[in-house]
């Protein structure tokens, strides 16, 4: 991990700001290009070129970084799927569609997905584990209604159903497509295996099943 | 954390045996307890009555106790799942009762089919994960079968879609409704929020759903 020249000190409010972009812009650039579990807080220190301790003044922990750009992600996911679900429709194949394509087209996001329950609404305060669910609340008020009017054969709990399903299934699926080194190689080994599930065409395949079981309910 | 009495030096097989069962016992116990996430080796060795480096003899790392819990609690569904299986069905509701209380009935699954990719797998060497890798692959030898001859309007690859598609599912509810104590207190401090969905009910509905649009599709 290169370190990149050292900021100097910052006193003005916008050189506070600068740096703030700087830490989360190094963390999901670190994330994107190893997976989100792999990157530590000195590994984003080093790739901003700031000491730890400096960078503590910014966010409380490493957590507060990656929660942060899950509030990022969640707003972006949010309005590309408002574009997608604009749309789609009526067929329920291409609502599905836009839906599943609409978190394929995010890997930090699928990623972020599975962490925030499982760590970065662990370590940081409860006044950042607000904002966030604020900020997240926001964006599935926009989505939902969207949703809907695509779906109006759903009512507004199986329209949250099918989007919380598609969030753990594209977690669970993202795990599953980026094995770890040793099942990569274990893999290599049996030339019978069957080839690893495309990510996106696995997500899109079930939101279409999912959401033909609910329109079947 | 209390130290139990610590063990002599085992020198004879079966003493060897018994200690490496009394560290997977422990390990369970305090997975059970404080969830896995939660548990180092420090507190394994330290429940179990041993030194660190005494237990680095039985297991290659801390990942290895918890991918043989894995292993462990794969066999353990899969019989639960034969014996729910043989009774259940035409009805595929009944099948999807069957399916969801077998994964709903082991917490320690639900936790280590996340946990497996995202980490066991990866601080492992090789040999490990092919031991895994084998003993999963005949815990599904067994069941994959039992699943089609219950649901015969589904293929094979439907049936191992809807295994696959229930443990993630289980695993992301698992997270769901286990939720951090920041969490927590936040949804104490709304009194309009919605209950947390209870997980059995969410995953018995979650299979029997995404059934119903695999037999519709």
Redesign the interface.
Known sequence: MSTKAGFLRARRPEQKQQRYAAILDAARELALHDGV?AVSLADIAAEVGMHKSALLKYFETREEIFLRLAETEFGEWAAGALAALATAGPDPREVADALAGSVADRPLFCQLL?YT???L??N???DV??VF?LAIKGSMEDVMPALQRALPALDADACF?LF??T???A???W??AH?????V??HAEDPGAAPYPDFRASLV??V???????L??
Chains 1, 2 share one sequence.
């Open positions: 579990g599975l329950p499982l760590t609404e662990r940081v305060s409860l584990v607000r669910k159903e919380m399903m969030g753990m299934v977690a669970g699926l795990q599953a094995p770890s080194p040793q099942v190689a274990l395949r079930f279409w099943t999912y959401l033909a079981g609910l079947a309910r």
